[in-house]
């Protein structure tokens, strides 16, 4: 759930069996001469807030989306792709430090990342890139430290939503803007830019709440779904439904506004040799597992998102290895042949990298006070400080040092030895954040071991 003080006046994706039949031949064409372009290099990063996998990738997805699916068509499309959390700033964080929270420290909103993380603008910048951001919303405004390592960042907003957010005033009460303006500034950017080697971030805002303001119409805001569960009204299951087609409708808006950049996008890719990569920061629930929103939960709605490679050097395919936000900054390192050093995560277009084995962790926002999520059933649930994720094959795992939810679903308590490996884990995750990401800080040998295997520890 967005944690905000509203202003006033707030206003499946289809079989690819006919496709999948040529990837063997696919697989055999030389891949040197990628490897030896000539041409200037454009890298560029689009972070899509609050898009759930199956908004993408469900039933209608491709209808909605098509021009995503267009372009996933043409590359390496993850179909178990987790977010670090389901919380914008902690996930954007991990997306550019290929850290996790518990190790970057942006473990909840309206933290700033500090300038001793390195980033991947950074690390791009200094090795010849030229460097420009265009976001979409305040939660990314540069006083929070994403600008670091761009030599241009654009966080002008123009929709009135909220005057004050995780205690920072905004501007005017304006919070975010609408793809055509993130698009048009885009556009404007790729303009503007001359360097040999380039990297562009868009963030787009356009599936968060308010539901339907994309799309035109009367938007509908999370804050009235969730004042429907604290009466328990019995109109809130009608609400969600309507909610959903209306965040339905601003992806296809959403869409069409990246139709153009796209277009723009494949009109220069004589010139240069084009990398685009397509995720989300987290999900959003419409009533599953009684969660509604972002943020205080783990559940697949909120944290299953979509993440698409379109490269030159990446043979087009459907993945099925768990990846995270954590491996992408070193996957975008990989591909522009710059040293990943400090980055963790791993190369997901590296030989051999689609190991189905991967287990991926993440976390839910951690608060500094406890602040209890409303469940649909009206009851109100008390936050743990600290509660982590764990997906491994198709299973997903969430909880702390004392219980574990299969799904974060409240009703799926996971006992045995399989329950006790993983609290263990998390235990072991809290002791590392709670010493502020520092292993060395840490004397308790058990849970050093445990870090350890886990690859966190040398």
Request: hydrophobic letters at 40%; glycine letters at 8%.
């Amino acid at each position: 759930m967005s944690d905000l003080e509203f202003a006033d006046n707030a206003g499946r994706r289809r079989s690819r069996a006919a496709f999948v039949r040529w990837l063997p031949a696919l697989a055999l064409l030389p891949l040197v001469a990628c490897a030896q372009d000539a041409r200037p290099t454009r890298v560029v990063l689009i972070t899509l807030d609050t898009l759930r996998y199956d908004g993408f990738a469900g039933e209608g997805g491709e209808q909605r989306m098509p021009a995503l699916h267009a372009l996933a068509d043409r590359g390496q499309t993850f179909e178990r792709n987790y977010a670090s959390t389901s919380t914008t700033q902690p996930t954007h964080a991990s997306l550019f430090t290929g850290l996790h929270p518990w190790a970057h420290g942006v473990t909840r909103n309206g933290l700033v990342l500090a300038d001793e993380r390195t980033t991947l603008a950074e690390r791009l910048r200094a090795n010849g890139f030229e460097t420009h951001a265009v976001v979409a919303s305040f939660p990314l405004h540069e006083q929070f430290g994403f600008a670091q390592g761009f030599d241009t960042y654009v966080d002008d907003f123009d929709v009135p939503y909220a005057r004050k957010w995780e205690g920072k005033m905004t501007e005017q009460g304006t919070f975010f803007s609408l793809a055509t303006s993130i698009t048009r500034d885009a556009q404007l950017a790729l303009d503007g830019a001359t360097g040999e080697r380039q990297f562009f971030w868009f963030h787009y805002f356009d599936p968060h709440d308010p539901y339907g303001d994309s799309a035109g119409g009367d938007p509908m805001h999370l804050p009235d779904l969730i004042t429907l569960a604290a009466k328990h009204d019995p109109a809130l299951t009608t609400e969600l439904e309507r909610a959903r087609a209306r965040y339905d409708a601003d992806l296809a808006a959403l869409d069409r506004s990246l139709a153009t950049l796209f277009a723009r996008l494949a009109a220069d890719e004589d010139q240069f040799e084009t990398h685009i990569v397509v995720t989300a920061d987290h999900g959003e629930s419409f009533g599953e597992h009684m969660s509604i929103g972002h943020g205080k939960r783990v559940t697949p709605e909120q944290v299953h998102v979509p993440l698409v490679i379109t490269s030159p050097r990446a043979t087009p395919a459907v993945r099925r290895d768990a990846v995270t936000s954590v491996d992408l900054a070193r996957t975008l390192l990989a591909l522009t042949g710059v040293d990943a050093t400090g980055f963790h995560g791993r190369d997901l277009l590296a030989p051999g990298a689609d190991s189905d084995d991967a287990t991926v962790f993440g976390m839910r926002r951690t608060f500094d006070e406890p602040r209890p999520e409303r469940l649909s059933d009206g009851r109100v649930r008390p936050l743990a400080p600290h509660w982590f994720f764990a997906v491994r094959g198709d299973e997903l795992f969430a909880g702390d040092a004392t219980t574990v939810l299969r799904d974060d679903a409240l009703d799926r308590e996971l006992d045995g030895p399989s329950g006790a490996e993983w609290r263990g884990q998390f235990a072991a995750f809290t002791a590392l954040l709670e010493a502020g990401g520092d292993a060395e800080a840490l004397v308790d040998e058990e849970t050093l071991e445990a870090l350890r295997l886990l690859g966190y520890v040398e």
